[in-house]
C-alpha cells in the first residue's frame, strides 16, 4: 500500500517562509507525477504545485515566482518551499502522488493516492 507522510507546516508570520516535504513509501518503483494542493475553510481542494519525474513543474499563478516544488526521485520525496507568505496561504496542504508503478514490468495504477495533510497557518 502507498502511503505518503507530509510534514513542515505550522504558524508563521506574514513574508515569512515555510519548506514542506512529502515522503511516499511502499512498493514504489517509479512515480509519474507528484505534488501539492491546497484547501482552505468553506472553499474546494486548489492545484499548487505539481512536478513531473523528468522534472517538469506547473505552479498556480497565485504562488508563481514565491514557491518552489523540487523532488529526490531516488527518495520517493518532493518539496515545497514556501517564499513570502501571506494570509491568503493559510490551508491545509495535501501531498499527491500518481502514475505509480510498482516494478518496471508493472502497468502504471492510474488512482491518485493523497496524504493526510499539513495546515500552514499565515498569521501575525
Known amino acids: 500500500q502507498v502511503r505518503l507522510v507530509e510534514s513542515g507546516g505550522g504558524l508563521v508570520q506574514p513574508g515569512g517562509s515555510l519548506r514542506l516535504s512529502c515522503a511516499a513509501s511502499?512498493?514504489?518503483?517509479?512515480?509519474?507525477?507528484m505534488g501539492w494542493y491546497r484547501q482552505a475553510p468553506g472553499r474546494q481542494r486548489q492545484l499548487v504545485a505539481t512536478?513531473?519525474?523528468?522534472?517538469?513543474?506547473n505552479y498556480a499563478d497565485s504562488v508563481k515566482g514565491r514557491f518552489t516544488i523540487s523532488g529526490d526521485n531516488a527518495k520517493k520525496t518532493v518539496y515545497l518551499q514556501m517564499n513570502s507568505l501571506a494570509p491568503e496561504d493559510t490551508a491545509v496542504y495535501y501531498c499527491?502522488?500518481?502514475?505509480?508503478?510498482?516494478?518496471?514490468?508493472?502497468?502504471?495504477?492510474?488512482?491518485?493516492?493523497w496524504g493526510q495533510g499539513t495546515q500552514v497557518t499565515v498569521s501575525s
Open positions: 512536478m513531473t519525474r523528468g522534472g517538469t513543474t
Open positions: 511502499g512498493i514504489i518503483f517509479s512515480i509519474d507525477n
Open positions: 499527491n502522488a500518481n502514475g505509480i508503478r510498482k516494478t518496471a514490468f508493472t502497468p502504471r495504477d492510474t488512482r491518485d493516492y
